[in-house]
């Protein structure tokens, strides 16, 4: 068996929707955050209810995701994964707080990569996580704000902004 795909158009670019040959979920910007298998198969109706929860998310609909299991990973790493689906929309936590709700108080960076190493963006919601600092931190690897990836984690956290409209971001 070979890995299926969906393609869900946003703003930022084409966000995929991936289903593994085990069954494992993973998701991803295209343009900056995910790569296909090379042999993977295109598959527009992949499921097609996870993919409306997701569509809706992007026009600013609360949607929650919590259904859909985990991906394999490392033990603090799944912490992690787990830690961060339990902060609430709207709502942001350090990676310090993250790494200390995940059971490591002083494993801040290696909450950092388990965030940068997340296969299932916003369905996990990494983008949730900020720097000590206020700032916002990375996003697939990117840290400084002109990057894509960065500019990605800015958007979404205002789409979850309680009140602002305007963040809506548009699909098609």
């Known amino acids: 068996m070979i890995p299926r795909y969906r393609e869900i158009m946003m703003q930022t670019g084409a966000f995929l929707l991936i289903e593994e040959p085990n069954g494992e979920i993973r998701t991803g910007w295209a343009a900056f955050d995910t790569t296909l298998p090379r042999k993977a198969m295109r598959a527009p109706r992949l499921l097609p209810e996870l993919a409306d929860r997701l569509k809706r998310f992007f026009k600013g609909e609360v949607v929650d995701f919590s259904d859909v299991a985990l991906p394999g990973g490392p033990p603090f790493h799944?912490?992690?994964?787990?830690?961060?689906?339990?902060?609430?929309?709207?709502?942001?936590?350090?990676?310090?707080?993250?790494?200390?709700?995940?059971?490591?108080?002083?494993?801040?960076?290696?909450?950092?990569?388990?965030?940068?190493?997340?296969?299932?963006?916003?369905?996990?919601?990494?983008?949730?996580?900020?720097?000590s600092n206020g700032r916002l931190g990375g996003f697939a690897g990117d840290t400084r704000d002109d990057q894509q990836g960065t500019r990605t984690k800015r958007l979404l956290l205002q789409l979850e902004t309680p009140g602002d409209s305007s963040a809506t971001i548009p699909i098609s």
């Open 78 to 131: 799944r912490a992690c994964w787990a830690a961060a689906r339990k902060i609430p929309r709207g709502s942001s936590i350090t990676y310090a707080q993250l790494a200390a709700a995940a059971g490591s108080a002083k494993a801040t960076r290696a909450a950092g990569q388990a965030m940068r190493r997340n296969p299932q963006p916003v369905l996990t919601p990494c983008h949730r996580v900020v720097a």
